[in-house]
């Protein structure tokens, strides 16, 4: 359960941290990271930490995809730990 939360808590870090640096890039014009690969680390775990970069850095607020898009995963992931958390403790 441990490495479990450590893994979350790096996923989520790695997203924010994405949705920072992708905004900072298209600021400057440089190489951006690939919309695809911002979506794979929120299907990874990290939306949370990709939603709290969208607000922050303004970035991605205006697509859709991402709008709508990464809280319809974290929604996913919550209902599927929740899912977990039940079956584990033997509620369901």
């Given at each position: 359960?441990?490495?479990?939360?450590?893994?979350?808590?790096?996923?989520?870090?790695?997203?924010?941290?994405?949705?920072?640096?992708d905004k900072a890039?298209?600021?400057?014009?440089?190489?951006?990271?690939?919309?695809?690969?911002?979506?794979?680390?929120?299907?990874?775990?990290?939306?949370?930490?990709?939603?709290?970069?969208?607000?922050?850095?303004?970035?991605?607020?205006?697509?859709?995809?991402?709008?709508?898009?990464?809280?319809?995963?974290?929604?996913?992931?919550?209902?599927?730990?929740?899912?977990?958390?039940?079956?584990?403790?033997?509620?369901?």
């Open positions: 359960m441990r490495a479990l939360l450590w893994y979350l808590a790096a996923v989520n870090l790695l997203a924010f941290a994405a949705m920072g640096i890039r298209a600021r400057s014009g440089a190489r951006r990271i690939p919309e695809a690969t911002l979506f794979l680390l929120a299907v990874l775990g990290g939306s949370a930490g990709g939603l709290l970069g969208m607000g922050l850095f303004r970035h991605k607020t205006r697509h859709r995809a991402f709008t709508v898009g990464f809280p319809a995963i974290l929604l996913c992931e919550a209902a599927g730990a929740a899912y977990i958390l039940l079956k584990w403790k033997g509620v369901l």
